[in-house]
C-alpha cells in the first residue's frame, strides 16, 4: 500500500490532513468495502470513519487504523464528522473536490475552522501505476471473465433475447467468484450492436446475424473489461471484412503501447488503420480507458488526451466500427502497460466466432 508516499503528498502540498470521500478512493486506501466511510489522513496518522453498519466489522479489519464511529449518540453523520475535522484536521485540509456534491462543500466550509483546499485526482499519480497484488487481482477477473465468456459461447444459440444473455452472464460471474459486474453488461443483438452503448433490451437472438457482447466483472475489488463480436450462424462477407479491419486495428494500437508514449499516439495507431479502409467516420469513441478499482480511470486513450503511459498502469484497447441500421464490431482486450511493450490479459483470442 502507498499511504505512506500518499502522506508524504499531503505534507507536500502544505497540507494538515486530506478528506477522502468517495468510495473508490476509500477502498483504495483502506481496502475496507462500504457505502458509507471517510478516510482522513494526516502526515502520520490514518483514520478511517464510518457509521454503526460497518464499525465493528471496520475494528476487526482494518489493523494499523483508528476506527471512529460516526452518528453515535442520535447525532447527524456529516455533523459529526465536522467535529471529528475540527479535532483531528488540523489547521488545513484538503479534500476531494472532483467528487464532492456542492452540499457536502458547503458543509465542510461552513463548518471546519481552518482553511479548505480542493484537488482534482489527488490520487491519480498512486492509483494508475498498479502494485503487484494489485496486478495479480486484474489478472484474476480478466482470467474468470474469459472464462465466463467461454461457457456464454456454449449458450448463446439457445437464448430467447438479450436480457437472457445478461442473466446468464450474472449468474456465471457469480459463479466464478465475483462480486457482481463491473458495469450494466451490453448484449447488442443485430442491428442493436451498431451503437456502442446499447442498453440490453428484449429483443431476440437472431439465427443469422451478430452479437456485441462487453461484459466485465469485480473480483476482489478491482475490474475487469472484455468486448467480443460473435456471429451466429450467416453473416454479410461486408461484416467479415469490417471484422478484420478491426482486429488490425486493435493489433496495432497493441504494438504501440509502451510506457512513456503518448496516449493519443495509440488512440492514432488504432484510427487510422480505419481510416485507411474507408470507415474513420465510424469509429465513433475512444480507443480505451485505465482500468482498476473502477471500470474508467485515467487515462483516457484518446486523441484529445495530454496523458503518457506509466509503467504498471492497467488500460483497455478496444476499436470498433458501427454502421448504422447494420451492425457492429467492437474487439476488447485488457493490457498491462511495460518497461518496452505491453502484456495482453485477455486470454480469448481474437478471431472471428462463428457459432
Known sequence: MKIRQVQKKIQAEGLSSFLFSSRANVFYLSRFPSSSAFVLLTGKEKYFLTDGRYYEGAKKKLKGWQVILLGDKNRKVLDHLIEVLNKLGGRKLGFEEDRTTVSFYKKLKEGFKGKVEGFSGFLNQFRTAKTKGELKLIKTAVEKTDTVFSRLLEYLPEAENELDVRRFIIDRIFR????????????????????????????????????????????????????????????????????????????????????????????????????????????????????????????????????????????????????????????????????????????????????
Open 176 to 355: 466464478e467468484g465475483g462480486s457482481g459486474e463491473s458495469f450494466p453488461s451490453i448484449v447488442a443483438a443485430g442491428k442493436n450492436s451498431a451503437v456502442p452503448h446499447h442498453q440490453t433490451s428484449r429483443k431476440k437472438i437472431p439465427k443469422n446475424g451478430v452479437v456485441l457482447i462487453d461484459m466485465g466483472m469485480v473480483y476482489e475489488g478491482y475490474c475487469s473489461d472484455f468486448t467480443r463480436t460473435v456471429c451466429i450462424g450467416k453473416v454479410s462477407r461486408e461484416f467479415e471484412k469490417v471484422y478484420r479491419i478491426v482486429e488490425e486495428a486493435h493489433l496495432t494500437a497493441v504494438e504501440k503501447v509502451k510506457a512513456g508514449v503518448p496516449v493519443k499516439e495509440v488512440d492514432r495507431a488504432a484510427r487510422e488503420v480505419i481510416k485507411k479502409y474507408g470507415y474513420g467516420d465510424y469509429f465513433l469513441h475512444s480507443t480505451g480507458h485505465g482500468l482498476g478499482i473502477e471500470i474508467h480511470e485515467p487515462p483516457r486513450v484518446s486523441q484529445q488526451s495530454e496523458e503518457v503511459l506509466v509503467e504498471n498502469s492497467v488500460i483497455t484497447i478496444e476499436p470498433g466500427i458501427y454502421l448504422p441500421d447494420k451492425w457492429g464490431v467492437r474487439l476488447e482486450n485488457v493490457v498491462v502497460v511495460e518497461k518496452n511493450g505491453c502484456k495482453v490479459l485477455t486470454g480469448t483470442p481474437l478471431d472471428l466466432i462463428k457459432l
